[in-house]
């Protein structure tokens, strides 16, 4: 069966939905209850009807959060998601967020990643019918209801990488991981293989975007998009042009002109920091924010040539 697969999360809505006519129409096909919601969905690529699903119940109040429950975890479909059973073999019966994957060259081999006191990672090498629990690692899922994500070798059902607060790499199936990308942003969450060659990878964090061409051994920072997360904004009264400013997501808070009289426009380097940048880990600086004050060096440096 070809079909396209969507969750929504949210009061009577938190399911499984499935298409067969290319979008057109919507069949709600898991659902467990309007606490629940689908934290994540994987399919064999080798045989597209054997889907696993993960259902997780978070609310979170100004404050207070909850995560987790005994009744959300990870079901499994091989008719292409018209019936469904949830996996209980080795897994923990209660758990928060739930990343679930399976290994593209050896659909046999499941991993779970969980939020749970009972362990991080679980692996399966029976196309889910049991689990053994492979790791305890806290830092592989860093904050779980942030994160518990996880990505597999297309080529190698052993090479593993933990998306959490670090970017993670396990050689060894998920029993030991080492952290790599520390040049960059901290809090990843997206990370692309390409299928054809696994060592070119595209990786998304909270200071946006990078890539290697060397299975993660070194990471160029992307700067040629002009995008940045702000949550607030402000203007000032000054003429002729007014200012705007506002806080970004870790990168401290600047300000710069709506509009100048130069021929280039607004540069770079015509913004500045107001505010001090808050510090990741010890003397390493936002790698966002780094990057940033490279390139406003090197665009200033042009335009007063």
């Known amino acids: 069966m070809s079909a396209l697969w969507a969750t929504l999360s949210g009061p009577t809505k938190s399911a499984a939905f499935r298409s067969v006519d290319g979008g057109e129409h919507w069949e709600k096909v898991l659902y467990v209850d309007e606490r629940h919601g689908v934290s994540d969905l994987a399919i064999d690529t080798k045989n597209p009807n054997i889907i696993f699903a993960a259902f997780w119940h978070f609310e979170r109040k100004p404050w207070t959060l909850e995560s987790g429950s005994e009744e959300g975890g990870v079901y499994k479909s091989v008719d292409g998601g018209s019936t469904w059973k949830k996996l209980e073999n080795g897994l923990p019966e209660l758990v928060g967020r739930i990343g679930v994957r399976v290994a593209p060259s050896a659909p046999n081999v499941v991993y779970v990643i969980a939020e749970s006191k009972e362990g991080t990672l679980f692996r399966s090498d029976d196309h889910g019918k049991s689990f053994t629990k492979v790791s305890d ?14 990505r597999i070798d297309p080529t190698n059902e052993n090479r593993l990488y933990a998306l959490a607060g670090a970017l993670r790499v396990s050689i060894d199936g998920g029993k030991s991981f080492e952290r790599i990308s520390g040049s960059m942003h901290s809090d990843y969450h997206g990370l692309w293989i390409d299928p054809e060659d696994p060592y070119r990878m595209w990786q998304t964090q909270d200071g946006g975007i990078g890539v290697t061409y060397s299975r993660g ?15 607030a904004i402000f203007v000032d ?3 002729p042009f007014y200012y705007t400013g506002g806080g970004m997501q870790d990168n401290a808070t600047w300000i710069g002109p709506s509009r ?11 913004w500045r920091e107001v505010s001090k940048r808050r510090r990741l880990s010890g003397s390493r600086s936002s790698g966002r924010a780094r990057h940033h004050a490279e390139r406003v060096s090197r665009r200033a440096n042009r335009a007063h040539q």
């Open 260 to 270: 100048n009289g130069e021929p280039f426009g607004i540069l770079d380097a015509d």
């Open 217 to 231: 051994e070194s990471w160029e920072y992307v700067d040629v998009l002009p995008i940045s997360q702000y949550y």
């Open 137 to 150: 690692a806290i830092d592989v899922v860093s904050r779980g209801f942030y994160f518990a994500d996880l």
């Open 237 to 239: 009264n000054r003429e």
